[in-house]
């Protein structure tokens, strides 16, 4: 057994546990180990009855407000496990301060982090606030709703309806993001040459509406990953790399990204492949595993991500991962996901179709292509 982003031990029940307790109540939960040193080896307690009374007195009268845990006795090696549950009453705070966990470490959270905490114990969404600009106009938004879903009605009850408006605060920063004009970062695209210190192109849209954003980027795309073959009298639409494929990462990309960071998305495009970056890891009640294996959804942007279902650029909430991988089923090279604390990072490689391999040799090809899109 060793120490985890969930998982510290301590020989002794001194009060650095109680920052532990802060991250562990403030996210995704953990198990503290008293009587146990740093490499893993059991040292046990002098008197585990006392020690757990000290941990009891310790939690109450430290952290604020109070954390859900447990205390179990293990008597045979005179150790004491203490679990932690994520709270629904965040921040929980040590001497005013809230913490997280980073790797092993147990750290204080800066400010954007704490005032995430805020929100997510008052069970609002960033989204959800009032944006700072009121003077929004909704060309494009009206355009795509006519376009798709043929509402013919523009008005404020429209915005009601998609929780972009209310009578209380005005329009919400998800109102903000869909505005033709806002003052919220979008997209930085790059095609590089055999290297990335050549560039043959730039583009970036920023300070638009997302719906364009998203439109203008799937029209870069097609420069470059696109093109017409000629077969007879007929022309057939060539896709290097899957459109759906790539509409459906950028999507994601601009509904589950943390709009509270003023980072761009990052799309680097290459020969071989395309990487899309978005600021912002995985949002609070999903799992790493849940995220990559599809079967859990936790919407970071509700009320964004209800806009893009509406007009068709996602199908059912949480499956575009899911969604990418079947474009490339019968690919040779298969998209790649990578998950951090701040970023996601999709890689989708050019389409190969896979022809005349036996079963074990796709396999061993997928995981060769793992291993080259990571180099």
Known sequence: MRETRTTEFKERITNTFLKTVSAFSNYDGGE???????????????????????????INDSITPQPDYTLELQNDDRTIKLTVKSGMQKPYLYKSKAYKRNDTATIEVDTLELSRLILEGKNIRFEELRCEEQDLTFDTLCQKLKEC????????????????????????????????KNHFPGIDMVKFGENISVIHKRATFDHISILEVYEKTAEVF??????????????????????????????????????????????SMFDDRIEIISPGGLPSGITEDEYLSGKLSALRNRNLANVFYRL????????????????????????????????????????????????DERILYKILSRTMLKS
Request: glycine share 6%.
């Open 32 to 58: 503290i180990f008293f009587g146990i040193d740093d490499n893993g080896k059991v040292k046990g307690l002098s008197d585990v009855k006392q020690a757990c009374l000290d941990i009891e007195n310790k």
């Open 222 to 267: 097609k420069d470059y990953y696109e093109y017409e073959e000629i077969q007879g009298t007929d022309r057939k639409k060539i896709e290097k790399i899957p459109e759906a494929a790539f509409r459906e990462a950028i999507a994601n990309a601009l509904i589950h990204r943390a709009w509270d960071m003023d980072s761009q998305i990052k799309v």
């Open 312 to 359: 068709g650029f996602v199908e059912i909430f949480g499956t575009g991962i899911t969604r990418i991988k079947q474009l490339y089923k019968e690919g040779l090279m298969q998209p790649d996901f990578e998950v951090s604390e701040n970023t996601i990072k999709i890689v989708l490689p050019v389409f190969e179709k896979n022809l005349n391999l036996t079963e």
């Open 149 to 180: 879903i043929q509402i013919e009605t523009f008005n404020q009850d429209t915005l009601k309806t998609l929780n972009l408006y209310n009578s209380t605060i005005g329009y919400n920063n998800a109102a903000g993001i869909l505005a033709d």
